[in-house]
């Protein structure tokens, strides 16, 4: 399976700054996915990255608030922006290898 | 919209018995079937999958079964172990893109 690294692994952020998070891959892909988990919460997906083109928001997900960047097929990155409180969460990227998602470790971002 | 519904929300079984997770899904496009297992802190990590074209399938102590008719698939632990406590998570989808189910918190009593 792909391996992904993931960083940071965690940050604690002043409300109404940004934070960029950076996803690796070992392997050409060609869509990574960006996916946020509240606490004790189910995954939920942000947006889908290809390379080359725009990312693909989900319902309630927007651009302005979380812009990704797509570079190349190994890379990505998700901005969480502008944040709140309400953005404290788990950040995971993901690619999807042969099917079922490789996930990486995740961002645990705390916003006071 | 796409819907996965899992129950139950937790389970506390005597180690050595079984447990069973059900989740059932709404759209019917739905072909692929995967079970991730999360423990506290970690990222998910798949542990069993099945397609549409499959009724069962096993892997030593975990088997999913999936009717496709209803909707619904399970998740079955057998010989439960300490070390199987954790969040289990469905998903159904389909090219590339799933939906979650709420997640299961398991715990085995030693």
């Known amino acids: 399976s792909a391996v992904i690294s993931q960083k940071p692994s965690r940050d604690i952020c002043q409300r109404g700054t940004s934070l960029t998070i950076q996803c690796q891959v070992d392997?050409?892909?060609?869509?990574m996915f960006w996916y946020r988990q509240q606490p004790g919460q189910s995954l939920t997906l942000i947006a889908t990255a290809n390379q080359g083109s725009e990312a693909t928001y989900e319902s309630g997900f927007v651009i302005d608030k979380f812009p990704i960047s797509r570079p190349n097929l190994t890379f990505s990155t998700l901005t969480v922006s502008n944040m709140s409180p309400e953005d404290s969460s788990i950040y995971l990227c993901?690619?999807?290898?042969?099917?079922?998602?490789?996930f990486g470790s995740g961002t645990r971002l705390t916003v006071v | 919209g796409e819907n996965v519904e899992q129950h139950p929300s937790t389970l506390s079984v005597q180690e050595g018995d079984s447990a069973v997770i059900k989740c059932t899904y709404s759209?019917?496009?739905?072909?692929?079937f995967p079970w991730y297992k999360q423990e506290l802190g970690k990222r998910p990590q798949l542990i069993i999958d099945i397609r549409s074209n499959v009724g069962e399938k096993k892997d030593q102590r975990i088997a999913v079964t999936l009717n496709k008719t209803a909707k619904h698939f399970s998740l079955h632990i057998t010989e439960t172990q300490p070390e199987d406590s954790a969040v289990y998570f469905c998903a159904a989808g389909s090219t590339y893109k799933y939906i979650f189910g709420t997640g299961t918190r398991l715990k085995v009593l030693a």
């Open positions: 759209d019917s496009a739905s072909n692929y």
């Open positions: 392997s050409q892909v060609t869509m």
């Open positions: 993901s690619v999807d290898w042969n099917y079922g998602y490789t």
